[in-house]
């Protein structure tokens, strides 16, 4: 739906058009400023911060008005036909912001996936793979905001002058979230898409989950994995994204054999429900099959679920492990 712009003629006239304007939140504001990672950073050196996204409502605001005060400001006046050349760079500005980003976030990704083929299961090795993905994840999430910025700018500007936006050279790639086509063989679109996968996989999906304490055998829980990859090659492994124990065995195995990864890490913002809403994310991607193994009264209460839904599935008992010693 095109939305129908209204001019603010004076900065009097802003706080009457925020207050009008206050329950108008577009869809791609509102998906594109929540937070995706929680401990965020997007440089090496910096610390890690747990701040909020900036309010959806609030930037999508702040955009228009940043574009649309540069015409209001000149209009009638003798540098009145400057302003679509300075509102064009207002534009372009977020573009380029934009696009640095996607640079950063692709020699991200890069080293995540040197990483994965290196991944060992050592604790030292997954703490440093999961310091990668953070950091890769938050620039992507910098990105996409920044893009969504960029995108309402565009559009203000087009509502503006009648001509639509566009970049000096190259493509416009806009946002996962605004769903505009983007070229298949960019390699950061294909890290987005992996993202979307986490929650319509199009391979089948089999969901993993065990304790973090107490077990050592990798080449039980491994054996048990490569009987399941022998029957569904295809298969993609979803697991519960502990940093020890048996996720990381299985997060080891899944890279020593090249099988696709869906790691879902806890939101601690949801308390003591966050491991039971990991559960149902788990369930949601309608896995093929299950292999769960002993641990705490998540793991029960997963192996109760898939029990119920009638997924096939494997359970895995520490006395195995110390038979298998």
Known sequence: MTKAYRSVRSFSEIADFVAEESAQVTEPFAHSFTETVDGYRISVA???ITNDMPDAMQVQLATEMLVRTMFDVLRDSRLEDLSDRLAWGIVHAFHRVAGQLDGEADKAAMKVKGLIREADG???MMNELEEAQTLCQSLDEARDAVACMRDHAAATFHAETGRPWSTPRGSLVSSKR???????QDYLAARRQRRIDAHHPQAPVVIFSGGAEGWNDHALIWDRLDS????IPAMVLATSAQDKGCDAMAAAWAA???VRLIAFTLNRKLGK???FRRN?????LRPVEA???QGSGLQSHLAREVRAKGIPAHFICLAQQRKAA
């Open 291 to 293: 292999v769960v193994a």
């Open 46 to 48: 910096d610390e890690v």
């Open 122 to 124: 050592s604790e030292v």
């Open 178 to 184: 605004t769903a505009s086509v983007i070229a298949a």
């Open 228 to 231: 399941v990859h022998a029957r």
């Open 256 to 258: 020593s054999r090249g």
């Open 280 to 284: 149902e994310q788990l369930l949601a």
């Open 273 to 275: 429900q966050a491991g």
